[in-house]
């Protein structure tokens, strides 16, 4: 079945610096994929998407681009804040279905 | 629109009780799915909707669980009897039909005790 990998771990990284989170996938077809982040004590949030292959989302100074031929969606932000600690999500749906695959998710703390 | 909202924000019960967590979606929303987080098992779908309807239930972790939705604004995931082991953040989430994400409540942290 459809499914989304993310890197392991907790990603901690000092204000500033340059985050980029990991995520592959495994589908069938020409799914859509999705950022989502949660932060601390809340329900997830869409950060960014993209529909089709080459497609870039952003969001927020976030980005991730739809690589077909390496079947990834790498999230990446140039000057990470403290504000941007949260937990972030990778998640695909197929067309015509409203079922979303989620990773497991990556912790980021941004330390000042 | 005030978003998808869920109720009761915390909610601390004994072993044993039943416990009623309540969802609203967002108005015009086809679909509506009831998620359990925790730190060992993550994300995981319970059941979803789609037109009031169930559509998959398969993640529904036993029959202590039962969700209903009699109608497009409210839909409730209930669990009776109760145990310490479905202490977790359980969130509800709402969608259009095609794909185009969810938006999710600010979800309902329960603890059995």
């Known amino acids: 079945g459809d499914s989304v990998t993310q890197m392991e771990g907790p990603v901690t990284l000092s204000e500033e610096a340059f985050l980029t989170i990991n995520c592959t996938y495994t589908?069938?077809?020409?799914?859509?994929l999705f950022w989502y982040v949660q932060y601390p004590g809340e329900g997830l949030q869409l950060l960014l998407k993209?529909?089709?292959?080459?497609d870039k989302g952003s969001n927020k100074g976030f980005e991730a681009t739809y690589r077909k031929e390496t079947t990834s969606f790498h999230l990446e932000k140039g000057s990470v804040q403290v504000s941007d600690s949260a937990v972030y999500f990778c998640?695909?749906?197929?067309?015509?279905?409203?079922?979303?695959?989620f990773g497991k998710g990556n912790q980021v703390v941004v330390i000042p | 629109d005030a978003g998808v909202i869920q109720s009761p924000r915390h909610e601390v019960t004994e072993m044993g009780q039943e416990v009623t967590l309540r969802c609203k979606p967002i108005?015009?929303?086809?679909?509506l799915f009831w998620y359990r987080q925790t730190m060992m098992r993550g994300l995981e779908l319970l059941i979803y909707?789609?037109?009031?309807?169930?559509?998959?239930d398969s993640g529904m972790p036993e029959d202590r669980f039962s969700a209903k939705m009699p109608n497009a604004s409210f839909s409730t995931l209930k669990i009776q009897p109760s145990e310490p082991r479905d202490s977790a953040v359980y969130f509800c989430a709402s969608s259009f039909a095609g794909g185009y994400g969810y938006t999710f409540g600010s979800g309902t942290r329960l603890t059995v005790v």
């Open positions: 909707f789609n037109n009031n309807v169930p559509i998959d």
């Open positions: 998640a695909l749906s197929q067309q015509g279905n409203n079922r979303l695959a």
């Open positions: 108005s015009g929303h086809d679909y």
């Open positions: 589908a069938t077809g020409y799914p859509s």
């Open positions: 993209a529909t089709k292959a080459d």
